[in-house]
């Protein structure tokens, strides 16, 4: 089983960037494949970003291409998120998952963070 904790997360002006870390309990991190998803008022979680177990692959939603980062250090069992050029209509609560694979559906992860919120101030 795995832990999941989100951090890093805050109020920031459009423009601006963020970097969000998820450190996760257990020796077994390396064996998961991780991933970002998001959730704003109102909306269903989405996918943002996911990373194979040694980084070989990532995958981004179209929305964040180009703009954000996954990223993983297996020795500190952690996974980051580097966010830049933020804008509004990326705020949402942020959660990490782990899961089997790198799958871009919420329903295939099978651990999950409690999140950390993202505002974005225009």
């Known amino acids: 089983q795995v832990q999941l904790a989100e951090s890093g997360g805050g109020l920031v002006q459009a423009g601006e960037s963020l970097r969000l870390s998820c450190a996760a309990s257990?020796?077994?991190?390396?064996?998961?494949?991780m991933g970002w998803f998001r959730q704003a008022p109102g909306k269903e979680r989405e996918f943002v970003a996911t990373?194979?177990?040694?980084?070989?692959?990532?995958y981004y939603a179209g929305s964040v291409k180009g703009r954000f980062t996954i990223s993983r250090d297996n020795a500190k069992n952690t996974v980051y998120l580097h966010m830049n050029s933020l804008t509004p209509e990326d705020t949402a609560v942020y959660y990490c998952?782990?899961?089997?694979?790198?799958?871009?559906?919420?329903?295939?992860?099978?651990?999950w963070g409690q999140g950390t919120q993202v505002t974005v101030s225009s």
């Open positions: 998952a782990a899961a089997s694979s790198t799958w871009t559906e919420a329903y295939k992860y099978d651990y």
């Open positions: 257990g020796r077994t991190f390396s064996t998961y494949a």
């Open positions: 990373v194979s177990q040694r980084a070989l692959s990532r």
